[in-house]
């Protein structure tokens, strides 16, 4: 089952956040407070959860607050591990970007480690590479992705 996450889901989004912490590249703790980011992302963005079995095994969050640019952000998805493989991902990706259609944004974009599994989900679904950088601090390779949505 998917959600629309708010503040009163605090607890399994940090939760989340903590559990797949070192699937990032660098991790997620060595860039943020995940306590305040949990925060930040339930206040500011939109984020959808998706549940099993009243387990929090996943989540998007995107930032669709330029209403000026209708350019919007994805700064976090991510699957627990023992749920990955089953499309979730790409569901919740899909989820997103109907919701960003609805509110005729023009764009979605992402940043993504060069090396990483997701990069094919993205490009999969129609994002394209803007550009390639380094994390801040490190030799990691990113991505930056766009995804047209008009």
Known sequence: MVNLLNEGDFTPFFKLLNEVDADFSPTLSSRVNLEQYALKLL??????????????????AVYMNDLESKIAF???????????????????L???????????????????????????????????VINEFNYENSCIKGLKMELELL
């Open 94 to 128: 899909e989820l997103a970007i109907a919701e960003l259609k609805s509110k005729q944004f023009n764009s979605l974009s992402l940043t993504v480690r060069a090396d990483s599994p997701a990069s094919y989900l993205y490009k999969k679904v129609g994002f394209k």
């Open 74 to 92: 994805c700064p976090f998805i991510a699957i627990l591990p023992n749920s990955r493989g089953q499309g979730l991902s790409q569901r919740l």
């Open 43 to 60: 206040k500011v963005a939109t984020v959808f959860g998706v549940y099993k079995q009243n387990q929090l095994v996943g989540a998007i």
